[in-house]
């Protein structure tokens, strides 16, 4: 066995720059949030918090639909969403369906929420303007470069090389 099987191949990631970027920056809206005293939002809801006033109240099929989630992701947010008493859920059209509508709570803040999101957009407008090659065009191109050959296949072709991969 050489030294490279031994190594850690977690030290170094083209990946982890990404993550943290984006946890650097969601952690910067939060900081947003709680400078307005917004208490015990997280960042992920917004979207769907601000769907839901637009839109009026939907199925969790429905919002998971508009926000281009599972299902079950859906579910599991609107169940986070509910325990914070953001939104809550009624019976809806069907037996087996529940319909996702806003509290008090969240119509309280959802303006302040739209102002944020267009400020936030604003700012990653204005930093996009400051780059010689743009986030926007950075996911345009990953995105293409996906539909020419899944991130799926790119990995399983590699592993069928490695023999730590049986």
């Known amino acids: 066995m050489t030294d490279d099987?031994?190594?850690?191949?977690?030290?170094?990631?083209?990946w982890r720059p990404w993550r943290l970027l984006q946890a650097a920056m969601d952690a910067e809206i939060a900081r947003v949030y709680a400078d307005a005293r917004i208490d015990g939002l997280k960042t992920n809801w917004v979207m769907?918090?601000?769907?839901?006033d637009r839109r009026?109240?939907?199925?969790i099929?429905?919002?998971?639909?508009?926000?281009?989630v599972t299902?079950?992701?859906?579910?599991q947010k609107v169940a986070a969403l509910r325990a914070a008493g953001w939104v809550r859920t009624v019976p809806g059209p069907d037996a087996r369906s529940k319909r996702v509508e806003l509290t008090g709570?969240?119509?309280?803040?959802?303006?302040?929420?739209?102002?944020?999101?267009r400020a936030t957009e604003a700012a990653i407008a204005e930093i996009e303007a400051e780059l010689p090659y743009p986030l926007s065009r950075v996911v345009t191109?990953?995105?293409?470069?996906?539909?020419?050959?899944?991130?799926?296949?790119?990995?399983?072709?590699?592993?069928?090389?490695?023999?730590?991969?049986?």
């Open 48 to 52: 769907e918090l601000i769907r839901l």
């Open 105 to 117: 709570k969240a119509r309280a803040v959802v303006e302040r929420l739209v102002a944020e999101w």
């Open 141 to 166: 191109d990953i995105e293409a470069a996906l539909r020419r050959k899944s991130l799926h296949a790119r990995i399983t072709e590699r592993l069928a090389e490695d023999p730590a991969w049986p």
């Open 71 to 75: 299902h079950s992701a859906m579910s």
């Open 5 to 14: 099987w031994l190594a850690d191949p977690t030290e170094e990631s083209v």
């Open 56 to 59: 009026g109240p939907m199925t």
């Open 61 to 68: 099929t429905e919002l998971a639909e508009s926000v281009q």
